[in-house]
């Protein structure tokens, strides 16, 4: 008998996620294991599959919900019963519809859904973003030939933290060509940096204007209305005004990471 319900925890959001697809939901209680748990989450996701979707339903983002379509895909939620409706031709696959889901619900707790690579050093998370190409699955593995944990090398959550004015990084299911995370957790963000291939390494300080405009083309979030596009902003304008960033212009070698604990030791030591 097909699986009716999965329970995960992603970026400390609970997910029940209920679909009559049992062949989706086997898909991703396999790549989702990490995520896994026992307890039933805060939203229930429903994922339906309909032939055709009807074009008429107009879009919405208050604080009770929010409905928005775009192409194959719906989402339509209610804040205070805490249920999403995902409705999708067949065309898209399970982690296009979790990512989407998932993407607007982060955006919703203050948070993003940023194209990048999340790694973790001394208990802190050091982001690298970028388009696909700019070396995020590099520079993981580079990472983890050096023991370091990694939370991400495609998708990383960024919420803000429990305490203080910092935000945290957090690892997800939506993985890239590393195909895994060492834990489904995360940690504070030392720093986010914007990836760019060069003949040598540099990092380069962004002023948070420049830090914003980067961040804000690397966001994975799903097309709505001018009101859900506000709040994308506003999240990104709070984490440009609190996290350091930076350009990392690098070589893709073993002494990339010696490089980046200095030149950050002398940013901090310069403030």
């Not at 928005?68 to 696959?93: E, Q």
């Not at 960024?158 to 203080?164: D, F, T």
């Not at 350091?244 to 070698?253: A, K, W």
């Amino acid at each position: 008998m097909a699986q009716e319900k999965i329970n995960l925890k992603i970026a400390g959001l609970g997910l029940s996620i209920e679909s009559p697809d049992g062949k989706m939901l086997g898909q991703i209680e396999k790549f989702c294991s990490k995520f896994a748990v026992a307890e039933k989450g805060e939203w229930t996701l429903r994922i339906e599959r309909r032939a055709k979707i009807p074009a008429s339903d107009e879009t919405f983002w208050n604080k009770e919900g929010f409905r928005l379509h775009s192409g194959p895909v719906r989402l339509a939620a209610d804040d205070r019963a805490k249920t999403l409706r995902v409705t999708a031709t067949l065309k898209p696959g399970w982690g296009d519809l979790l990512r989407a889901a998932a993407s607007v619900l982060i955006v919703r707790r203050g948070g993003i859904l940023l194209h990048g690579a999340a790694i973790v050093d001394e208990g802190r998370a050091r982001v690298f973003f970028g388009p696909s190409g700019r070396g995020k699955t590099t520079l993981s593995r580079l990472a983890e030939k050096e023991g370091k944990t990694i939370l991400t090398d495609e998708s990383v959550a960024i919420l803000p933290s429990a305490v203080g004015r910092g935000f945290t990084a957090w690892a997800t299911p939506f993985y890239g060509e590393l195909g895994r995370v060492t834990v489904a957790g995360g940690a504070p963000i030392e720093f986010a940096a914007l990836l760019e291939h060069a003949p040598a390494h540099r990092l380069i300080p962004l002023p948070p204007k420049r830090f914003f405009k980067h961040v804000a083309g690397n966001c994975f979030f799903f097309p709505g209305n001018r009101c859900s596009v506000e709040a994308l902003f506003d999240n990104v304008e709070k984490l440009a005004e609190n996290i350091p960033g930076y350009i990392l212009q690098f070589l893709p070698n073993r002494t990339l990471w010696n490089f980046i604990d200095d030149r950050i030791g002398l940013q901090a030591a310069a403030k």
